[in-house]
């Protein structure tokens, strides 16, 4: 395939990907038309973004108040123990689901990163006490392989997965300027 050809293909698809990241609930027609592509090769780039898993899912941005939830982040700096398989496995197997289904919260993103901690879990939970022993099953499950763990409650989402808070306005409420 020619490096033009090539070149091309990954820009339909960064145009597609884009109005997917906007409003993935928009049909294949009104992406079609968004990107001036006909639906059929929509349809088709979309399929084979998903079969090679760049597109891995499809989500609602959710207001988690409006669910009763809170949402939090646990920043995690691991230990200088290195890393065994089974803690691996662990990751894998998506223990630290399994361990935290009797309370009630949801685990929305997990990643390994770079930085003063080593791994960010972001989740919703209905209150602090929840979420604190949700940190204590992490510690407890990863016992020995993490020297820091901070847990951080989520005041105000100016814009959640790429998309702005329609509520945006309630941030001078929040800050007390309304």
């Known amino acids: 395939m020619a490096k033009n050809s090539r070149e091309q293909i990954l820009r339909d698809q960064k145009k597609i990907v884009r109005e997917l990241s906007t409003n993935a609930n928009k049909s294949i027609n009104e992406i079609a038309k968004s990107c001036g592509f006909s639906r059929q090769k ?36 691991r230990s200088i123990q290195p890393i065994a398989g089974e803690i691996i496995d662990k990751i894998i197997d998506r223990e630290l689901t399994k361990k935290s289904d009797g309370l009630k919260i949801d685990i929305v993103n997990s990643w390994y990163s770079t930085g003063a901690f080593d791994w960010v879990i972001s989740f919703n939970a209905p209150e602090m006490k929840i979420a604190k022993r949700f940190v204590e099953v992490v510690a407890k499950l990863f016992e020995g392989y993490i020297s820091d763990i901070q847990l951080i409650e989520e005041l105000f989402p100016a814009q959640k997965c790429g998309i702005p808070n329609p509520e945006i306005d309630k941030l001078k409420e929040f800050f007390g300027l309304a």
């Open 42 to 77: 929509v349809w088709r780039i979309i399929k084979n973004l998903e079969n090679n898993n760049t597109i891995w899912g499809y989500t609602a941005v959710i207001d988690d108040e409006k669910q009763d939830m809170k949402s939090y982040m646990i920043l995690i700096k």
